[in-house]
């Protein structure tokens, strides 16, 4: 019943700058923190930034002072603005869904939107 859909990636070159965006519906009572994450093939999928639901925000130091993640929790909605882009940036990026729950949190994924950064 939940659905998490990224939009917003797509071709640029080093140096270029995009925004991400997250949307998250369905039936959703509480989260916890919404987040992005970068797959590459043969890779396993790694903490890109993420936002708690009371602002706290974490980011992989590869990205740190190019990358900013902001949104709406009570929205369900996050974005993610990419700046200074990369070509080790380039992957598939895949938003995150965490809700609260018992015992613990339970996370609900996007599809992911293909980021490419060209040299």
């Known amino acids: 019943q939940v659905q998490v859909l990224e939009s917003g990636g797509g071709l640029v070159q080093a140096g270029g700058s995009l925004r991400l965006s997250c949307a998250a519906s369905g039936s959703i009572f509480s989260i916890n923190a919404m987040g992005w994450y970068r797959q590459v093939p043969g890779n396993q999928r790694e903490l890109v930034a993420a936002i708690s639901s009371v602002g706290s925000t974490n980011y992989a130091d590869s990205v740190k002072g190019r990358f900013t993640i902001s949104g709406d929790i009570a929205k369900n909605t996050v974005y993610l603005q990419m700046a200074n882009l990369k070509p080790e940036d380039t992957g598939v990026y895949y938003c995150?869904?965490?809700?609260?729950?018992?015992?613990?949190?339970?996370?609900?994924w996007g599809r992911g939107t293909r980021v490419t950064v060209s040299s």
């Open positions: 995150k869904l965490a809700v609260n729950g018992l015992p613990s949190t339970y996370d609900y």
